[in-house]
T-cell receptor
Framework: DGGITQSPKYLFRKEGQNVTLSCEQN?????MYWYRQDPGQGLRLIYY???????QKGDIAEGYSVSREKKESFPLTVTSAQKNPTAFYLC???????????FGSGTQLSVL | RKEVEQDPGPFNVPEGATVAFNCTYSNSASQSFFWYRQDCRKEPKLLMSVYSSGNEDGRFTAQLNRASQYISLLIRDSKLSDSATYLC?????????????FGTGTSLTVIP
Protein backbone atom coordinates (compact mmCIF):
# COMPACT_ATOMS: atom_id res chain seq x y z
CA ASP A 1 0.00 0.00 0.00
CA GLY A 2 1.21 3.50 -0.78
CA GLY A 3 1.71 5.89 2.04
CA ILE A 4 4.01 7.89 4.26
CA THR A 5 6.11 6.19 6.91
CA GLN A 6 7.46 8.12 9.86
CA SER A 7 9.85 6.67 12.38
CA PRO A 8 10.34 6.34 15.22
CA LYS A 9 6.89 6.70 16.78
CA TYR A 10 8.42 7.96 20.04
CA LEU A 11 11.81 9.63 20.47
CA PHE A 12 13.65 10.99 23.47
CA ARG A 13 16.35 13.63 23.26
CA LYS A 14 19.01 14.46 25.80
CA GLU A 15 20.25 18.00 26.36
CA GLY A 16 22.65 19.12 23.64
CA GLN A 17 21.82 16.21 21.38
CA ASN A 18 20.77 16.30 17.74
CA VAL A 19 18.10 13.82 16.71
CA THR A 20 16.76 12.91 13.27
CA LEU A 21 13.18 12.02 12.42
CA SER A 22 12.66 9.85 9.38
CA CYS A 23 9.98 10.39 6.72
CA GLU A 24 9.65 8.15 3.66
CA GLN A 25 6.87 8.17 1.05
CA ASN A 26 6.11 5.85 -1.85
CA UNK A 27 3.32 7.97 -3.32
CA UNK A 28 5.59 9.56 -5.93
CA UNK A 29 4.71 13.01 -4.59
CA UNK A 30 7.01 15.92 -5.36
CA UNK A 31 6.03 18.11 -2.41
CA MET A 32 6.84 17.17 1.18
CA TYR A 33 6.30 19.05 4.43
CA TRP A 34 7.24 18.95 8.10
CA TYR A 35 4.85 20.30 10.73
CA ARG A 36 5.08 20.68 14.48
CA GLN A 37 1.99 20.37 16.70
CA ASP A 38 1.90 21.51 20.32
CA PRO A 39 -1.05 20.72 22.61
CA GLY A 40 -4.01 22.97 21.90
CA GLN A 41 -2.33 24.52 18.89
CA GLY A 42 -2.63 24.08 15.18
CA LEU A 43 0.03 22.63 12.93
CA ARG A 44 2.95 24.96 12.25
CA LEU A 45 5.16 24.59 9.20
CA ILE A 46 8.85 23.89 9.84
CA TYR A 47 10.23 23.18 6.36
CA TYR A 48 8.89 22.17 2.99
CA UNK A 49 10.30 20.90 -0.26
CA UNK A 50 8.72 21.10 -3.68
CA UNK A 51 11.42 19.16 -5.50
CA UNK A 52 14.53 17.08 -4.88
CA UNK A 53 17.58 19.04 -3.67
CA UNK A 54 15.49 22.08 -2.86
CA UNK A 55 13.69 23.09 0.33
CA GLN A 56 12.30 26.22 1.96
CA LYS A 57 11.99 27.43 5.53
CA GLY A 58 8.56 27.55 7.02
CA ASP A 59 7.33 29.71 9.88
CA ILE A 60 9.35 28.03 12.66
CA ALA A 61 12.54 26.72 11.00
CA GLU A 62 15.00 27.90 13.67
CA GLY A 63 16.69 24.96 15.39
CA TYR A 64 15.75 22.50 12.64
CA SER A 65 17.40 21.28 9.46
CA VAL A 66 16.29 19.08 6.56
CA SER A 67 17.62 17.44 3.43
CA ARG A 68 15.93 16.21 0.25
CA GLU A 69 18.43 14.03 -1.57
CA LYS A 70 15.80 11.61 -2.84
CA LYS A 71 12.21 12.16 -3.86
CA GLU A 72 11.03 9.56 -1.39
CA SER A 73 12.83 10.84 1.68
CA PHE A 74 12.65 14.07 3.70
CA PRO A 75 14.38 13.63 7.10
CA LEU A 76 14.14 16.31 9.78
CA THR A 77 16.96 16.96 12.25
CA VAL A 78 16.11 18.64 15.52
CA THR A 79 19.33 20.32 16.58
CA SER A 80 20.54 21.31 20.04
CA ALA A 81 19.69 24.89 19.10
CA GLN A 82 16.01 24.04 19.37
CA LYS A 83 15.44 24.75 23.06
CA ASN A 84 11.86 23.55 23.30
CA PRO A 85 11.64 20.49 21.04
CA THR A 86 8.93 18.57 22.87
CA ALA A 87 6.06 18.25 20.40
CA PHE A 88 4.26 15.97 17.96
CA TYR A 89 5.97 16.07 14.55
CA LEU A 90 4.06 15.31 11.39
CA CYS A 91 5.42 14.69 7.92
CA UNK A 92 3.14 15.16 4.93
CA UNK A 93 3.21 15.06 1.16
CA UNK A 94 1.05 16.37 -1.66
CA UNK A 95 0.77 15.29 -5.29
CA UNK A 96 0.57 18.78 -6.71
CA UNK A 97 -0.62 22.39 -6.39
CA UNK A 98 -3.94 22.76 -4.59
CA UNK A 99 -4.14 19.01 -3.92
CA UNK A 100 -4.81 17.57 -0.48
CA UNK A 101 -2.16 16.63 2.06
CA UNK A 102 -1.36 13.06 3.03
CA PHE A 103 0.12 12.56 6.51
CA GLY A 104 2.42 10.10 8.18
CA SER A 105 1.47 8.76 11.61
CA GLY A 106 3.71 11.21 13.46
CA THR A 107 6.63 11.16 15.89
CA GLN A 108 6.28 12.27 19.51
CA LEU A 109 9.55 13.86 20.61
CA SER A 110 10.27 14.42 24.27
CA VAL A 111 13.24 15.77 26.21
CA LEU A 112 14.87 13.66 28.90
CA ARG B 1 -3.18 38.07 12.14
CA LYS B 2 -3.46 34.31 11.72
CA GLU B 3 -3.97 32.92 8.25
CA VAL B 4 -6.80 30.68 9.44
CA GLU B 5 -9.05 31.23 12.44
CA GLN B 6 -11.31 28.66 14.04
CA ASP B 7 -13.45 28.61 17.15
CA PRO B 8 -11.61 26.07 19.36
CA GLY B 9 -14.78 25.02 21.16
CA PRO B 10 -15.19 22.63 22.84
CA PHE B 11 -18.52 21.64 21.40
CA ASN B 12 -20.35 19.06 23.53
CA VAL B 13 -23.47 17.80 21.80
CA PRO B 14 -25.88 14.90 22.35
CA GLU B 15 -26.09 12.02 19.92
CA GLY B 16 -28.31 12.85 16.98
CA ALA B 17 -27.69 16.59 17.18
CA THR B 18 -26.65 18.83 14.30
CA VAL B 19 -23.50 20.85 14.82
CA ALA B 20 -21.78 23.47 12.66
CA PHE B 21 -18.20 24.70 12.63
CA ASN B 22 -16.94 27.85 10.95
CA CYS B 23 -13.53 28.92 9.86
CA THR B 24 -12.24 32.19 8.37
CA TYR B 25 -9.13 32.74 6.27
CA SER B 26 -7.20 35.92 5.58
CA ASN B 27 -5.64 35.38 2.17
CA SER B 28 -8.09 36.08 -0.65
CA ALA B 29 -5.74 34.28 -3.06
CA SER B 30 -6.36 30.97 -1.32
CA GLN B 31 -7.13 28.28 -3.85
CA SER B 32 -8.20 25.13 -2.11
CA PHE B 33 -9.89 24.29 1.15
CA PHE B 34 -10.23 21.18 3.27
CA TRP B 35 -11.63 19.82 6.48
CA TYR B 36 -9.48 17.27 8.29
CA ARG B 37 -10.38 15.17 11.31
CA GLN B 38 -7.77 14.49 13.99
CA ASP B 39 -8.12 12.02 16.83
CA CYS B 40 -5.99 12.43 19.95
CA ARG B 41 -2.27 11.83 19.25
CA LYS B 42 -3.01 10.66 15.70
CA GLU B 43 -2.34 12.16 12.31
CA PRO B 44 -4.99 14.34 10.63
CA LYS B 45 -7.12 12.52 8.08
CA LEU B 46 -8.99 14.16 5.24
CA LEU B 47 -12.69 14.44 5.95
CA MET B 48 -13.61 16.34 2.81
CA SER B 49 -12.44 18.91 0.33
CA VAL B 50 -14.55 22.07 0.11
CA TYR B 51 -15.76 23.30 -3.25
CA SER B 52 -17.23 26.65 -4.24
CA SER B 53 -20.61 25.12 -4.98
CA GLY B 54 -20.70 23.36 -1.62
CA ASN B 55 -20.53 19.62 -1.27
CA GLU B 56 -22.03 16.85 0.78
CA ASP B 57 -20.78 13.45 1.88
CA GLY B 58 -23.36 11.52 3.84
CA ARG B 59 -24.00 13.36 7.10
CA PHE B 60 -21.33 15.97 6.37
CA THR B 61 -21.84 19.17 4.36
CA ALA B 62 -19.14 21.70 3.56
CA GLN B 63 -19.67 25.23 2.29
CA LEU B 64 -17.30 27.88 0.97
CA ASN B 65 -18.02 31.60 0.86
CA ARG B 66 -15.19 33.30 -1.05
CA ALA B 67 -16.65 36.79 -0.73
CA SER B 68 -16.65 36.58 3.07
CA GLN B 69 -13.62 34.28 3.20
CA TYR B 70 -15.07 31.59 5.37
CA ILE B 71 -15.75 27.88 5.16
CA SER B 72 -18.12 25.81 7.21
CA LEU B 73 -18.74 22.20 8.14
CA LEU B 74 -22.14 20.86 9.14
CA ILE B 75 -22.51 17.47 10.80
CA ARG B 76 -26.01 16.04 10.97
CA ASP B 77 -27.22 13.20 13.21
CA SER B 78 -24.02 13.22 15.28
CA LYS B 79 -22.57 9.84 16.25
CA LEU B 80 -20.32 9.03 19.21
CA SER B 81 -17.61 8.20 16.67
CA ASP B 82 -17.67 11.79 15.41
CA SER B 83 -15.90 12.90 18.60
CA ALA B 84 -12.58 14.36 17.45
CA THR B 85 -10.88 17.63 16.59
CA TYR B 86 -11.79 19.14 13.22
CA LEU B 87 -9.13 21.14 11.41
CA CYS B 88 -9.80 23.75 8.78
CA UNK B 89 -7.04 23.86 6.14
CA UNK B 90 -6.43 26.45 3.47
CA UNK B 91 -3.98 26.20 0.60
CA UNK B 92 -2.41 28.81 -1.64
CA UNK B 93 0.66 29.07 -3.79
CA UNK B 94 3.56 31.37 -2.99
CA UNK B 95 6.45 31.95 -5.35
CA UNK B 96 8.42 29.56 -3.13
CA UNK B 97 5.85 26.83 -3.48
CA UNK B 98 2.51 25.49 -2.38
CA UNK B 99 1.67 26.06 1.29
CA UNK B 100 -1.04 24.84 3.62
CA UNK B 101 -2.31 26.76 6.64
CA PHE B 102 -4.16 25.15 9.51
CA GLY B 103 -6.66 26.43 12.01
CA THR B 104 -6.10 25.46 15.64
CA GLY B 105 -8.93 22.96 15.40
CA THR B 106 -12.41 22.68 16.89
CA SER B 107 -12.96 20.01 19.50
CA LEU B 108 -16.20 18.02 19.30
CA THR B 109 -17.48 15.58 21.90
CA VAL B 110 -20.68 13.70 21.17
CA ILE B 111 -22.41 12.61 24.36
CA PRO B 112 -24.58 9.49 24.66
Amino acid sequence: DGGITQSPKYLFRKEGQNVTLSCEQNLNHDAMYWYRQDPGQGLRLIYYSQIVNDFQKGDIAEGYSVSREKKESFPLTVTSAQKNPTAFYLCASSPGPYEKLFFGSGTQLSVL
Amino acid sequence: RKEVEQDPGPFNVPEGATVAFNCTYSNSASQSFFWYRQDCRKEPKLLMSVYSSGNEDGRFTAQLNRASQYISLLIRDSKLSDSATYLCVVNFARNTGNQFYFGTGTSLTVIP
